[in-house]
C-alpha cells in the first residue's frame, strides 16, 4: 500500500470515527502543513451531507474554521521560526524539503495573492501559509485571503462529494472511489485553477 492510500484509509477512517470533530481534527492538521489528505475528507464529507449523518452547512462551517486556525498556526511558524526552523523539524510530521519550496515558489511569483489561489489549490494549499508568514505579511489580510480561498475550496468539494452521493448506492460505493478518483479530482482541480491564473497574468500583462 503506497503512503498516499495509507494517508487517505487513515484520514478517512478517523472521519467516519469522530464525525465533526474528525474534519476539525483532520482539516487543522492539513492547514498546519500536516497532510491529511483533505480533498477526500470534504469529498466523503459531502457523500455523508447526503446521506443525512452530516449537515452541509456545518461542514463548510467546521471544516473553514479548522484551516483559518491550522492556516495561523503555520503563518506564526513563517513569521517566527522560518524555513530554517520547518527544514530542521518538518521531517517528523512528513514535510519534505520539496514542498517548502513549492509553497515559496508559488508566493516569490503571485505575491499576496498566491495566499488566495493557493488555498484553492489542493498541491499548494497545506503549505502557503508558511511563506506568508516568512514574508511577514499582515495578519488581517493574510486571514481574509485565506478565508476567501478556503470557502472556495472547503464549498465545491463538499459540494462536489454531496453529488456524488447522490450517484452512488451506497458508502462502501464512495469509500471505494477515493484512492483513484479523490487524486484525480485535485489534480484537475489544481490544473484548472493554474490555468485561470496564468490566464489572468497574461491579461494584465
Same mark, same amino acid.
Do not use: Q
Given at each position: 500500500?503506497?503512503?498516499?492510500?495509507?494517508?487517505?484509509?487513515?484520514?478517512?477512517? /478517523?472521519?467516519?470515527?469522530?464525525?465533526?470533530?474528525?474534519?476539525?481534527?483532520?482539516?487543522?492538521?492539513?492547514?498546519?502543513?500536516?497532510?491529511?489528505?483533505?480533498?477526500?475528507?470534504?469529498?466523503?464529507?459531502?457523500? /455523508?451531507?447526503?446521506?443525512?449523518?452530516?449537515?452541509l452547512v456545518a461542514v463548510i462551517l467546521i471544516a473553514t474554521a479548522a484551516s483559518l486556525l491550522g492556516s495561523t498556526v503555520s503563518w506564526i511558524i513563517g513569521? *517566527?521560526?522560518?524555513?530554517?526552523?520547518?527544514?530542521?523539524?518538518?521531517?517528523?510530521?512528513?514535510?519534505?524539503?520539496?514542498?517548502?519550496?513549492?509553497?515559496?515558489?508559488?508566493?516569490?511569483?503571485?505575491?499576496?495573492?498566491?495566499?488566495?489561489?493557493?488555498?484553492?489549490?489542493?498541491?499548494?494549499?497545506?503549505?502557503?501559509?508558511?511563506?506568508?508568514?516568512?514574508?511577514?505579511?499582515? *495578519? $488581517?489580510? $493574510?486571514?481574509?485571503?485565506?478565508?476567501?480561498?478556503?470557502?472556495? $475550496?472547503?464549498?465545491?468539494?463538499?459540494?462536489?462529494? *454531496?453529488?456524488?452521493?447522490?450517484?452512488?448506492?451506497?458508502?462502501?460505493?464512495?469509500?471505494? *472511489?477515493?484512492?483513484?478518483?479523490?487524486v484525480a479530482v485535485a489534480i484537475l482541480f489544481a490544473s484548472g485553477i493554474i490555468y485561470s491564473v496564468r490566464r489572468a497574468r497574461k491579461v494584465h500583462s
Amino acid at each position: 500500500m503506497s503512503f498516499l492510500s495509507s494517508l487517505f484509509s487513515i484520514s478517512l477512517g /478517523l472521519l467516519l470515527s469522530l464525525g465533526y470533530a474528525g474534519i476539525f481534527y483532520l482539516m487543522t492538521l492539513d492547514s498546519m502543513m500536516v497532510p491529511a489528505a483533505s480533498e477526500a475528507i470534504l469529498t466523503l464529507a459531502g457523500v /455523508l451531507c447526503f446521506e443525512g449523518r452530516f449537515s452541509l452547512v456545518a461542514v463548510i462551517l467546521i471544516a473553514t474554521a479548522a484551516s483559518l486556525l491550522g492556516s495561523t498556526v503555520s503563518w506564526i511558524i513563517g513569521k *517566527y521560526g522560518g524555513r530554517r526552523f520547518l527544514e530542521k523539524y518538518g521531517r517528523y510530521v512528513f514535510i519534505r524539503k520539496v514542498e517548502i519550496d513549492r509553497g515559496d515558489a508559488f508566493f516569490r511569483d503571485h505575491g499576496e495573492s498566491a495566499v488566495f489561489f493557493g488555498r484553492i489549490i489542493p498541491l499548494v494549499r497545506t503549505y502557503i501559509s508558511l511563506p506568508a508568514g516568512i514574508a511577514m505579511m499582515d *495578519y $488581517f489580510r $493574510f486571514i481574509i485571503f485565506t478565508l476567501g480561498g478556503t470557502v472556495i $475550496f472547503v464549498t465545491l468539494l463538499t459540494l462536489l462529494g *454531496y453529488e456524488l452521493g447522490s450517484n452512488i448506492s451506497s458508502l462502501d460505493s464512495a469509500l471505494n *472511489y477515493f484512492n483513484g478518483a479523490a487524486v484525480a479530482v485535485a489534480i484537475l482541480f489544481a490544473s484548472g485553477i493554474i490555468y485561470s491564473v496564468r490566464r489572468a497574468r497574461k491579461v494584465h500583462s
